[in-house]
C-alpha cells in the first residue's frame, strides 16, 4: 500500500511538472510586446499612442491631443493659463520632399483643456498666413507670441483678447535658413529679464526691420565674417543690445536658462558621426565647429587631431575650443528646458530636459560641478523603443510642474524630409496620478506676484517678472522675503535678479554670498549693469570656487583697466593643469589683450613653464611673447613627440606671422644638428613644414633641404601630397605621375593625377596614354575619370576620337568622359549633337550609368537602339514592410551597392553620411523611402555643389572644407580634389540629393528588403 501511495504521488508529481514546464514554454513563446500585435496602420492610431514608448518607471504619460487636431508639431510653449501654443509645420520643405502644401499656410495654435480631464478639447487658430511655413519657434507672453521663422522674427498681438492676432511686426529678418532646420529657433526667457535665443549654421547674419545688419555691443556687425557658423544670442526685452554669447556650433536648436544665468543648449553633428552634443554655454566662447583660423571642415587633416569622429567633429584638441558638457552619438536633437520644478521626482529636479528626435527620445542629463565646469549622465523619461515614429520635438514646463512634449511623429527625421504630412502628437508627462490643474496666480499684489515668479512655467514667471519690474521699490519687501529667506537658491536668485534693477547694494551682497551660485550671479547682474567691476573682481579672483574664478575671467573680457591684467595672471596662476573649462574662460577673458596679460603673467609665475599648468597657458595664448616658450615645448626632446603635437599646432593660432615662421625655421635648422633620433627628427621636419607659411620657403636653405628630403620620405602617401600642393614643388611631377599609375584603383592615386595637371603635367600624362602599354593607360584612364577638369575632359575626348588608337583604347577613353559632373554634361552633349560614332555610343552611356542624375542616365539610354526590358514595379509599402528580410544577405547587397558612397564603421567609403547607426535613427518605412526617393530628403552638410571653374570645366560633389581661398571638393568614392577659389567661375547648390535615385532598380525586390533588414539592425550600442 505505501509503494503504491507513492507511485501515486510521483506520477502527479511528474505531471505537475509536465504541465508547469508546458506553461513556461507556452508564456515564453507567446509573450509579445501588445505593440508588436498591431497592424501597420493601427500602429499609427492616437489611441495606441502610448504603446510603442516606453516611459520611465517614476513617471506617467498621457495623450493630451494628436490629430486631427494638430499635425507636425516643431515648436511649442505654455502660457500662464496651462494652454499649449503649437508651431505646425504642414508646408515643410515642399521643394526638396514634393509634398503638397497649404496654400492659406501653417498654423499656430492655443490647445486648451476645458473640462480638467487632462485632454486638450478645444483648438484655436491663433494665427495662419501663406507667409507662415514650418516656422521653429515660439515664445508666449500673454497676449503676444514671438514667433520664429527664417528669415524673420516676428512679434504676433492679439489686442482685442480674443485668442487670434490681429497685428504682425518685423523685429527681426535676414536670417539665414529660410525652409531650413538650421535657420532662427526659438526665444526664451532669461531669469534676468532678457531674452535668450539662437540660430544654426544656416542663419549667417541678422538684421533689423528695416534691413540694416545688426552690430552686437561691441560694435561688431553680426555676420559671416566676424562670427562662425551657429550662434547664442541676447538682447533686451524691447530687442535692443543685442550680444553673441558663443559661436561656431552647427545646428544649436533651443538654448535653455537656469535661474543663475547658465545657458545650456544641444547641438546636432553632420549626420551619422556619432557627435551629437551637449553644451554648458560659456558666455563667448568658440565652440569648434569649424576650424577657428582658416573655416576648415572637421575631416581637414591637422595636427594632433583627435583620434575618434566624434570628438574630431568639435576640434577639441584645439587652444580656443570650449569643451563638451557631454556627447550623446547619432541623433536630431531638438528642444530643451531646464526643469525647475518640483512637480517630479528629485533626479529631474534642476536639470535639462531634452527632446531628441533622432534616436526616438526624452532625456534628462543630470549635472554635476566638475571644477570650472561640469559633467553630466543620461536619464530617459520617454523612449521610442518600439515606435520608430516617435520624434519628439520638443518640452515645456506647464504652471503645474508637469511636462509638454510635442511629436512630430513621422517614419523619418534628418535630411529636412517628412514622410508623414496628417498626424502629431503632445503628450503630458507628470508624477503618477496626479491631475492636471493650473494654479491660480495673483501677479497684481506683490505677494502673489513674487508667488508667480517661483513658479516653474516660464510664461507666468515672465508675467510676475514684468509686473514686479513695474512695481518699483513697492516690490522689494516681497522679494527681499525671498532674497534673504527662502531655502531654496535658485529662488533667492530669481529674486535677486529683480532686486539688483533696484539697488547696487545687492549685487554687492551676492558676490559675497556663500553660495557659489549666486556670487557669480552677481558678476553677470554687475556686468549687465556696466558697473566698475574692479572692486567686485578684486574680491573674487581668489575665490576657493573655481567657476566663480571662471565668471572673474570672463568679466575681464574687454576691459582696459590698468588692474585688468594683474587679475588675470592671479587667475592664471590658479590654473590646475587639468581643468579645461578653466583654461578656456581665462582664454577669452584674454580676448584683444594677450600681450598685457601674458606679460603681467610671466613676471607673476617666473616665466616658469617646466610644469603643466603653465604649459596649459602657454598653450592657449595668442601673443608673440609667447612664441619662445611655445618653440621650445615644441622642441623639448625629452619629451613624447606625441604629447608635443599640441604646441605645433599652437603655433596656427599665434596672429604673429614673423615671429613663429622664425621660431620654426629656428627648430628645424637645430633639428638638423641633431643626430639622436632620425625618425622623431624626420617627424619633427614634417611637422614645421606642415605649420610654415609657404612665402618663407626661400628664407633659409635648410628648409629647402629638409622639404626636398622629407618629400622624399614620404613619397606616395597622402603627407606628401599635401606638401606639394602646398609649397607647388613642380619638380615633383616624375613622381607624382608615378604616384598616379601606382594608386589607380584609389583615392590617392586620383589625388595625385589632379594635382599632376594642376601643375602643368599634361605633356607627361599625354606619354602615357599615347605609349601602347595597356596596362599604364588602364591605369590613367582610372585616375583621370572621376577629375572633370577641362583639361582633363578634353584629353580623354580628344582619345576618344582619335582613329589612330585602337578601338578597346578609344570605348575606354569615352567611358571615362562620363566619370565627373562636368563629364556627364560633355557626354549628353556629344550624344545630342550626333558627334559620337556609332561604335563609342554605347561606352558613352555606360560611362554615364552610375551617374548622379537619374536625368542624365534616363536621357543616355535613349541613344541605345535596345529597348529596355520593361521593369516590374515594386510592391506597394504596406507589401513592402510586410516582407521578412535577412540580414546576412542584406550585408552583400550594401557592399555592393551602397559602400562606394556610404561608411558602416570602418566598412565602405567616407563620401555621405555614416550609416552605423542608421536603424536607430530612421523607421524600417523611412529606410525605403531614403532609398526609392533620396531626393526627399538630403542630409545638411552632403549637399552636393555643383563647381564652374574659369577653365570651362565643371566639378560636381560634397564640400568637406572650404575656406576663403581653397575648397576640398569630396567626390563619390571617398576621393577629395582640391580647388583654389581663385580658380572658380562660381559655386551652386544643386537640388536633387548626390545619391542617385532608382537605385532599387539595381536589384530584385527581395535584395531590396534584405537591404533595409541590415540597414535596420544597425542600432545604437546601448
Not at 578634353?794 to 582619335?802: P, Q, V
Amino acid at each position: 500500500m505505501p509503494k503504491i501511495i507513492q507511485s501515486n504521488q510521483l506520477k502527479s508529481l511528474l505531471l505537475l511538472l509536465i504541465i508547469s514546464f508546458s506553461c513556461e514554454e507556452a508564456s515564453e513563446t507567446t509573450a509579445v510586446h501588445p505593440f508588436d500585435q498591431l497592424s501597420e496602420e493601427e500602429k499609427r492610431n492616437p489611441e495606441n499612442a502610448l504603446l510603442g514608448i516606453k516611459v520611465n518607471e517614476s513617471l506617467e504619460a498621457s495623450l493630451f491631443a494628436s490629430e486631427p487636431m494638430i499635425t507636425n508639431p516643431t515648436n511649442i510653449d505654455i502660457d500662464h493659463k496651462g494652454r499649449v501654443w503649437v508651431c505646425e509645420a504642414y508646408n515643410y520643405r515642399p521643394d526638396i520632399t514634393g509634398n503638397e502644401t497649404k496654400g492659406e499656410g501653417d498654423r499656430i495654435l492655443i490647445l486648451e483643456d476645458s473640462n480638467g480631464d487632462g485632454k486638450a478639447d478645444k483648438s484655436t487658430v491663433f494665427y495662419q498666413d501663406p507667409e507662415l511655413n514650418a516656422p521653429l519657434g515660439i515664445w508666449v507672453m500673454g497676449h503676444q507670441a514671438i514667433v520664429s521663422q527664417s528669415p524673420y522674427v516676428w512679434l504676433l498681438t492679439d489686442t482685442d483678447g480674443d485668442d487670434k492676432a490681429d497685428k504682425k511686426e518685423v523685429i527681426f529678418k535676414g536670417v539665414g535658413g529660410e525652409q531650413h532646420d538650421h535657420g532662427m529657433h526659438a526665444f526664451v526667457f532669461g531669469p534676468d529679464g532678457k531674452f535668450y535665443f539662437n540660430f544654426g549654421n544656416s542663419g549667417g547674419t541678422i538684421q533689423d526691420k528695416s534691413g540694416q545688419t545688426l552690430k552686437d555691443t561691441n560694435g561688431k556687425l553680426i555676420d559671416a565674417g566676424n562670427y562662425k557658423e551657429g550662434l547664442v544670442f541676447r538682447c533686451d526685452a524691447d530687442f535692443s543690445n543685442i550680444e553673441v554669447l558663443g559661436q561656431n556650433f552647427r545646428n544649436n536648436y533651443e538654448v535653455a536658462l537656469d535661474s543663475y544665468g547658465t545657458m545650456w543648449q544641444s547641438d546636432n553633428d553632420d549626420d551619422g558621426n556619432k557627435g551629437v552634443r551637449i553644451n554648458y554655454v560659456m558666455e563667448y566662447g568658440n565652440f569648434g565647429y569649424k576650424d577657428e583660423m582658416t573655416g576648415a571642415g572637421w575631416r581637414a587633416n591637422r595636427t594632433n587631431k583627435e583620434k575618434e569622429v566624434p570628438l574630431q567633429h568639435w576640434h577639441l584638441n584645439d587652444p580656443g575650443v570650449v569643451p563638451n558638457l557631454l556627447q550623446t552619438g547619432a541623433g536630431s536633437p531638438t528642444g530643451m528646458v531646464v526643469y525647475e520644478g518640483n512637480a517630479l521626482p528629485e533626479v529631474f529636479q534642476n536639470q535639462m530636459i531634452h527632446t531628441d528626435a533622432g534616436p526616438n527620445v526624452v532625456r534628462a542629463y543630470p549635472v554635476e560641478k566638475d571644477g570650472a565646469g561640469y559633467k553630466a549622465s543620461i536619464i530617459n523619461l520617454m523612449e521610442g523603443d518600439k515606435d520608430q515614429w516617435f520624434r519628439p520635438s520638443d518640452v515645456c514646463v506647464a504652471p503645474d510642474g508637469s511636462l509638454m512634449v510635442s511629436d512630430w511623429y513621422d517614419p523619418g527625421v534628418g535630411g529636412h524630409q517628412v514622410g508623414d504630412l496628417n498626424r502629431g502628437r503632445i503628450f503630458r508627462v507628470s508624477a503618477p496620478g496626479t491631475p492636471y490643474e493650473v494654479p491660480e496666480a495673483d501677479i497684481n499684489s506683490p505677494n502673489g506676484a513674487v508667488e508667480a515668479l517661483l513658479n516653474p512655467n516660464l510664461s507666468l514667471r515672465f508675467q510676475a517678472w514684468k509686473s514686479l519690474e513695474a512695481m518699483g521699490p513697492d516690490a522689494r519687501p516681497a522679494l527681499e522675503n525671498i532674497f534673504y529667506e527662502h531655502d531654496n537658491p535658485r529662488f533667492k536668485a530669481r529674486a535677486f535678479w529683480l532686486l539688483a534693477r533696484l539697488d547696487e547694494k545687492y549685487i554687492q551682497e551676492a558676490v559675497r554670498h556663500p553660495n557659489p551660485d549666486l556670487r557669480i550671479s552677481g558678476i553677470r547682474a554687475a556686468r549687465q549693469h556696466n558697473l566698475d567691476l574692479i572692486p567686485y573682481l578684486e574680491t573674487l579672483v581668489q575665490d576657493s570656487d573655481a567657476q566663480v574664478r571662471r565668471e572673474v575671467a570672463i568679466a575681464l573680457r574687454g576691459m582696459n583697466s590698468p588692474k585688468a591684467p594683474e587679475l588675470w595672471a592671479a587667475l592664471a596662476q590658479q590654473h590646475d593643469g587639468e581643468d579645461r573649462w578653466y583654461l578656456e574662460a581665462l582664454g577669452i577673458g584674454a580676448t584683444g589683450q594677450w600681450d598685457r596679460f601674458y606679460s603681467a603673467w610671466m613676471e607673476k609665475s617666473g616665466a616658469d613653464i617646466s610644469s603643466k599648468k603653465n604649459q596649459d597657458i602657454v598653450w592657449r595664448s595668442r601673443t608673440g611673447k609667447a612664441i619662445p616658450h611655445l618653440a621650445s615645448l615644441a622642441s623639448e626632446a625629452s619629451e613624447p613627440l606625441e604629447t608635443r603635437l599640441r604646441y605645433f599646432r599652437a603655433f596656427d593660432f599665434n596672429p604673429d606671422k614673423e615671429g613663429k615662421s622664425a621660431a620654426l625655421i629656428k627648430m628645424l635648422e637645430a633639428e638638423q644638428l641633431r643626430h639622436e633620433n632620425q625618425e622623431e627628427g624626420q617627424q619633427i621636419n614634417r611637422l614645421v613644414l606642415t605649420h610654415l607659411d609657404p612665402e618663407y620657403l626661400d628664407r633659409s636653405p635648410a628648409v629647402r633641404s629638409v622639404l626636398t628630403t622629407t618629400l622624399n620620405e614620404s613619397a606616395g602617401t597622402e603627407a606628401y601630397l599635401e606638401l606639394v600642393q602646398k609649397f607647388e614643388v613642380k619638380s615633383e611631377n616624375p613622381r607624382l605621375l608615378q604616384m598616379a599609375l601606382e594608386e589607380s584603383d584609389n583615392t590617392l592615386g586620383k589625388s595625385a593625377a589632379t594635382l599632376l595637371l594642376r601643375q602643368g603635367g599634361l605633356n607627361s600624362v599625354q606619354e602615357v596614354l599615347y605609349s601602347g602599354e595597356d596596362d599604364k593607360i588602364h591605369a590613367m584612364f582610372a585616375v583621370l575619370r572621376g577629375i572633370g577638369s577641362a583639361e582633363s575632359l578634353d584629353l580623354l575626348e580628344n582619345m576618344a576620337f582619335d582613329s589612330s588608337l585602337p578601338l578597346s583604347v578609344r570605348k575606354e577613353a569615352t567611358a571615362a568622359i562620363g566619370g565627373s559632373y562636368g563629364g556627364e554634361d560633355r557626354v549628353l552633349a556629344l550624344l545630342e549633337n550626333e558627334k559620337l560614332p556609332e561604335n563609342l555610343i554605347p561606352s558613352a552611356v555606360t560611362g554615364v550609368s552610375r551617374a548622379w542624375r537619374k536625368s542624365v542616365r534616363a536621357e543616355a539610354a535613349t541613344y541605345l537602339d535596345a529597348t529596355a526590358s520593361e521593369e516590374n514595379p515594386l510592391p506597394p509599402m504596406k507589401e513592402l514592410l510586410a516582407m521578412e528580410g535577412s540580414i546576412e544577405k542584406g550585408l552583400v547587397v550594401f557592399k555592393n551597392n551602397c559602400a562606394v558612397c556610404h561608411q558602416v564603421g570602418d566598412m565602405g567609403m567616407d563620401f555621405g553620411p555614416k550609416l552605423s547607426e542608421i536603424g536607430s535613427k530612421l523607421s524600417k518605412e523611412a529606410q525605403f523611402i531614403s532609398i526609392l526617393h533620396p531626393d526627399a530628403g538630403i542630409s545638411f552638410g552632403y549637399e552636393g555643389y555643383l563647381i564652374q571653374m574659369k577653365d570651362g570645366s565643371s566639378l560636381g560633389g560634397i564640400i568637406a572644407s572650404q575656406t576663403e581661398t581653397d575648397i576640398d571638393l569630396k567626390l563619390p568614392g571617398g576621393s577629395t580634389v582640391p580647388i583654389k577659389t581663385s580658380e572658380m567661375k562660381s559655386m551652386e547648390q544643386m537640388e536633387n540629393s548626390m545619391m542617385p535615385a532608382g537605385l532599387e532598380k539595381t536589384m530584385s525586390t527581395q535584395e531590396l528588403v534584405d537591404l533595409v533588414s541590415y540597414l535596420m539592425s544597425l542600432k545604437k550600442q546601448s
